[in-house]
């Protein structure tokens, strides 16, 4: 409204003018903020997700200089390895078990055994599905495991059907022997839907020393028969106990 009188004199603003909340959206014109006026506190202030993002989760970014958001499922991977779990254990144990490792989650997994060495020469390595209960399932493995001698290019197989346990390696291997050179076994192996209580598939390679230190390569597979959801497994000596112990287990994305 128009003054009556003399127009006061003009102030200027300061400090103690503005209060809070004063100044809204109306009040700062559009392209004013820039990156002067940002603090790191903006995004460490914040909490934190702490996990992977949902696919509708939104990122801020600048496509050639114009600022616009974008779902995670645009830039996250199409498929690869989530370490679910893993076990370290040089103390001498007669079993490595890793239990409750297969869930709803993944439909594959990957156990990776870097190494398994055990005391006894000439031991071969037996493998045991896990249930829910962390019992042990003794019963209804069908299997078949090739080898290949190095030095020779000799073959040898061993198979079984209706097994109490999985023999990784075949008859006469030094499959978890310290005494030669410590190597022990090294095996990438697949689980197919563990935790699905349907008949679950396996299959893998292997690399061990026979009795005489020439390099053994093996290929084992099959199918553990009961419908039974699986959820962890169990690897042991046929004899002696296991000296050294690196296993790692991965769930697979699916692409």
Same mark, same amino acid.
């Given at each position: 409204m128009a003054y009556i009188g003399k127009t006061p004199t003009s102030a200027p603003l300061t400090a103690s003018d503005i209060t809070n909340d004063i100044i809204n959206a109306d009040k700062i014109a559009d392209n004013a903020i820039s990156e002067e006026h940002l603090d790191a506190?903006? /995004?460490?202030?914040?909490? @934190?997700l702490g996990a992977e993002p949902a696919d509708t989760d939104e990122f801020l970014v600048s496509d050639a200089g114009t600022?616009?958001?974008? *779902?995670?499922?645009? /830039?996250?991977?199409?498929?690869?390895?989530?370490?679910?779990?893993?076990?370290? *254990?040089?103390?001498?144990?007669?079993? /490595?078990?890793? *239990?409750? /490792?297969?869930?709803?989650?993944?439909?594959?997994?990957l156990i990776q055994v870097t190494r398994l060495v055990g005391s006894s020469s000439g031991s071969n390595m037996e493998f045991l599905f896990r249930d829910s209960s962390? &019992?042990?399932?003794? @019963?209804?493995?069908?299997?078949?495991?090739?080898?290949?001698? &190095?030095? *020779?290019?000799?073959?040898?197989?061993?198979?079984?059907?209706?097994?109490?346990?999985i023999t990784i390696t075949t008859s006469g291997i030094n499959g978890v022997n310290s005494n030669i050179t410590g190597?022990?076994?090294?095996?990438?192996?697949?689980? @197919?839907?563990?935790? @699905?209580?349907?008949?679950?598939?396996y299959h893998g390679n292997f690399s061990v020393l026979d009795g005489g230190g020439y390099g053994i390569v093996g290929y084992m597979g099959g199918i553990h028969q009961a419908q039974t959801s699986i959820r962890g497994f169990k690897f042991r000596p046929a004899s002696g106990t296991i000296t050294k112990a690196t296993i790692r287990v991965y769930g697979l994305v699916a692409s």
């Open positions: 506190t903006v /995004i460490t202030g914040l909490s @934190a600022l616009k958001r974008m *779902d995670y499922s645009y /830039i996250k991977g199409g498929g690869g390895l989530v370490l679910v779990g893993s076990v370290t *254990d040089d103390s001498g144990s007669s079993v /490595i078990t890793l *239990d409750n /490792i297969f869930t709803s989650t993944y439909k594959s997994y962390s &019992a042990d399932l003794g @019963a209804n493995y069908g299997y078949v495991s090739r080898t290949l001698k &190095a030095n *020779d290019g000799s073959e040898s197989t061993r198979n079984g059907d209706g097994q109490s346990y190597q022990g076994l090294r095996m990438s192996l697949f689980v @197919a839907d563990p935790y @699905a209580t349907e008949q679950t598939g």
